[in-house]
């Protein structure tokens, strides 16, 4: 069986964006105190017990190394009101915080009011994955937002969650 790739790195990141996934801004705190946060989308549950998560970030992030050297992160899953702190925090930018409403949890991370959820967590483990690192933390904070429209992410953009017709919650 021959191993040889039937796709390019263009066609397989098309594929991948086929799966829906939610939206999310992962904030941390360095020891200095300078802010981080990133737009991810590649945020996972890992366990429920621990209860673990997952996200990951390019080799290529300004940010990797400081994330790296952080104890704590946050992720903060977003509503669709939040598009535009979701393309904020999407950009390389010197200005990212500028001007940015947050609160801060015990472990003094970003925290993003009108949030859906937030977890904070220690960090565990960093995993080699290719191109990216995998941060694994474990949640030990969490807050649960009003009840709103995810901002989701599919094909290249943001995309409306269409509730079922016989969804009674949706009705």
């Given at each position: 069986?021959?191993?040889?790739?039937?796709?390019?790195?263009?066609?397989?990141?098309?594929?991948?964006?086929?799966?829906?996934?939610?939206?999310?801004?992962?904030?941390?705190?360095t020891r200095e105190g300078e802010l981080?946060?990133?737009?991810?989308?590649?945020?996972?549950?890992?366990?429920?017990?621990?209860?673990?998560?997952?996200?990951?970030?390019?080799?290529?992030?300004?940010?990797?190394?400081?994330?790296?050297?952080?104890?704590?992160?946050?992720?903060?899953?977003?509503?669709?009101?939040?598009?535009?702190?979701?393309?904020?925090?999407?950009?390389?930018?010197?200005?990212?915080?500028?001007?940015?409403?947050?609160?801060?949890?015990?472990?003094?991370?970003?925290?993003?009011?009108?949030?859906?959820?937030?977890?904070?967590?220690?960090?565990?483990?960093?995993?080699?994955?290719?191109?990216?690192?995998?941060?694994?933390?474990?949640?030990?904070?969490?807050?649960?937002?009003?009840?709103?429209?995810?901002?989701?992410?599919?094909?290249?953009?943001?995309?409306?969650?269409?509730?079922?017709?016989?969804?009674?919650?949706?009705?």
């Amino acid at each position: 069986m021959s191993r040889k790739r039937n796709f390019t790195k263009r066609q397989l990141r098309d594929a991948l964006g086929m799966f829906a996934t939610g939206v999310t801004i992962v904030t941390s705190r360095t020891r200095e105190g300078e802010l981080l946060g990133i737009t991810a989308n590649s945020f996972n549950a890992v366990s429920l017990d621990p209860p673990m998560v997952l996200f990951s970030l390019s080799r290529e992030a300004h940010s990797l190394n400081k994330f790296e050297s952080c104890d704590f992160f946050a992720v903060n899953i977003l509503s669709d009101d939040q598009r535009e702190l979701s393309n904020r925090f999407a950009r390389t930018s010197l200005d990212k915080w500028k001007g940015v409403s947050y609160e801060t949890g015990v472990t003094q991370c970003p925290l993003f009011p009108g949030s859906l959820a937030m977890f904070e967590c220690y960090t565990r483990f960093h995993y080699d994955g290719g191109d990216h690192v995998i941060f694994v933390g474990e949640a030990f904070n969490m807050e649960v937002g009003t009840p709103a429209a995810p901002l989701l992410y599919y094909q290249g953009g943001y995309r409306l969650l269409m509730p079922d017709a016989t969804d009674a919650e949706w009705a």
